[in-house]
T-cell receptor, first 117, second 115 residues
Framework: DTAVSQTPKYLVTQMGNDKSIKCEQN?????MYWYKQDSKKFLKIMFS???????INETVPNRFSPKSPDKAHLNLHINSLELGDSAVYFC????????????????FGAGTRLSVL | DQQVKQNSPSLSVQEGRISILNCDYT??????FLWYKKYPAEGPTFLIS?????DKNEDGRFTVFLNKSAKHLSLHIVPSQPGDSAVYFC??????????????FGQGTTLQVKP
């Protein structure tokens, strides 16, 4: 029973298309995140939501739009895909915001490898 | 501007010996540090963490050391096992009044433990 699951695992698409990646967590966590791992292997945060409220929106093009229908889900929609969007996208969740070990630990999904041709 | 750096892209050690992975940071406001382990085609999994009020945290074969004055932390694995072969990421967070849960990751160190 996977704690943080994201679908699809692989996504191959053409430039200009619109695609979505879904993420669900069954840990009862309040906070969810999207990270991008680029070709240089850096893991960089894109967005975070706490109780369905947007908390972090890093300098990400507005072609990327996160949507959180409820606390257990955070989906990522990407419009007008570009070659540079090719990367591995990771969803994560944490218990919540605040100090302490339990709040800081983030649990990651297995990743979605996006290839834009 | 990389606030968290892992300057060694790879490390190779013999089974049974000690593995030492290093991480440097520049932001003095970071107050919580984590190590994650990642196998190919999987997401990072939490390994061990340390608060800035401590200088050492131990969990089984894994120990993290924090040197705040040097803005340096290290992960020691003793004894190393072949199953420890993975990419290890160092991460840091700043827990202030505007805590956002944001983790800043280093670029990772690939550890290979040879049998």
């Amino acid at each position: 029973d996977t704690a943080v699951s994201q679908t699809p695992k692989y996504l191959v698409t053409q430039m200009g298309n619109d695609k979505s990646i879904k993420c669900e967590q069954n840990l009862g966590h309040d906070t969810m995140y999207w990270y991008k791992q680029d070709s240089k292997k850096f893991l960089k945060i894109m967005f975070s939501y706490n109780n369905k409220e947007l908390i972090i929106n890093e300098t990400v093009p507005n072609r990327f739009s996160p949507k959180s229908p409820d606390k257990a889900h955070l989906n990522l929609h990407i419009n007008s895909l570009e070659l540079g969007d090719s990367a591995v996208y990771f969803c994560a969740s944490s218990q919540g915001l605040g100090q302490g070990k339990s709040k800081n630990i983030q649990y990651f999904g297995a990743g979605t490898r996006l290839s834009v041709l | 501007d990389q606030q968290v750096k892992q300057n060694s892209p790879s490390l190779s050690v013999q089974e049974g010996r000690i593995s030492i992975l290093n991480c440097d940071y520049t932001n003095s406001m970071f107050d919580y540090f984590l190590w994650y382990k990642k196998y190919p085609a999987e997401g990072p999994t939490f390994l061990i963490s340390i608060s800035s009020i401590k200088d050492k945290n131990e969990d089984g074969r894994f120990t993290v050391f924090l040197n705040k004055s040097a803005k340096h932390l290290s992960l020691h694995i003793v004894p190393s096992q072949p199953g420890d072969s993975a990419v290890y990421f160092c991460a840091a967070s700043e827990n202030g009044s505007s805590n956002t849960g944001k983790l800043i990751f280093g670029q990772g160190t690939t550890l290979q433990v040879k049998p």
